[in-house]
């Protein structure tokens, strides 16, 4: 069995991150760069990766990048400067929940944002990066699912239908590269406190966001950049498909039964 990579291998890998300016990127941002990767932040808001970038005392290239724009993604991504070109580790992690508003109800508009930033973007990013991965016959790709996209709950509709897809795609992608030393993997996490996910679906009502989590143990970020940081640090012949994780106090738990009065 071959060893996993020193702490020196990672000083020459290179690690993009998708959404990179709050919550689990940001994260995932400061558990590469404890081992020393060179890191590609990207995300919309600059001053917030500017932030970032002086916070940590590894090689950045700091990326204004809306992931829906699919110009904007070919062009910084596509021509990345050389010491960042060639990307090892691609945490396709950019995403949002918008509305917990049942399906007739729902906004279509907030419909189309999940599905051009969680799928959509999450295309168009891989879609650059993936053929150079393939032409060094290296790389690994980690999609940031959720458990909505396996268990289905009131509300969830096309949140948990983008990362269905984005399970499916991971899948899809592994089937496609399975001649190829890329690995693939869908990270799907639960209930996560510590980041704006949920500020960013009730469209900024924090006490309904605190709500979420009030007196439950949730996941930390932290929690979820140590999952996506173990799967890459594995052996290179090793590939961990998915990684489903919740806080010790949140299960599946069962049908919803509709019981009409007679
Ligand atoms: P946050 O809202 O804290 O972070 C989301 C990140 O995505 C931000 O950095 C934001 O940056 C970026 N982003 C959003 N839209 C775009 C866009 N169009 N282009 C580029 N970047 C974008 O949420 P989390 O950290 O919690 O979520 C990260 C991922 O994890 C998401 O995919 C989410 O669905 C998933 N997830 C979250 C869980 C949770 O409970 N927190 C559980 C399971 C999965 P900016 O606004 O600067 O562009
Ligand atoms: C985030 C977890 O349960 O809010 O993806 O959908 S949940």
Same mark, same amino acid.
């Given at each position: ?6 702490? =020196? ?167 496609? =590269? ?85």
């Amino acid at each position: 069995m071959s060893s996993p990579p020193s702490l =020196l291998d990672w000083k020459n890998r290179t690690v993009l991150i998708t959404g990179a300016t709050a919550g689990f990127g940001t994260a995932f941002a400061h558990r590469y760069a404890a081992v020393g990767a060179r890191l590609i932040l990207c995300g919309r808001r600059t001053e917030r990766l500017e932030a970032l970038a002086a916070q940590l005392s590894v090689p950045v290239h700091a990326v204004t990048l809306d992931v829906r724009d699919r110009p904007a993604v070919e062009t910084a991504l596509g021509n990345l400067p050389a010491a960042f070109a060639d990307v090892d580790v691609l945490v396709n992690n950019a995403g949002l929940a918008l509305g917990l508003e049942p399906a007739s109800k729902a906004s279509l508009d907030d419909w189309e944002i999940m599905v051009d930033t969680n799928l959509k973007g999450l295309m168009i990013v891989t879609r650059t990066i993936l053929p150079g991965m393939v032409a060094r016959d290296r790389g690994h790709i980690v999609n940031i699912g959720s458990v909505a996209g396996t268990y289905p709950y009131p509300g969830g509709n096309m949140y948990g239908a983008t990362k269905a897809a984005v399970a499916q795609f991971s899948r899809n992608l592994a089937a496609d =590269l399975v001649n190829t030393a890329i690995r693939v993997t869908n990270i799907e996490p639960g209930l996560c406190s510590g980041s704006e996910f949920s500020q960013v679906r009730f469209h900024g009502d924090e006490d309904r966001a605190a709500k979420v989590y009030e007196g439950a143990v949730s996941l930390t970020p932290d929690d979820v950049a140590e999952a996506v940081f173990w799967t890459t640090a594995l052996p290179r012949h090793v590939n961990i498909t998915r990684v489903e994780m919740m806080p010790v106090g949140q299960a599946p738990a069962g049908l919803a039964v509709h019981r009409p009065k007679v």
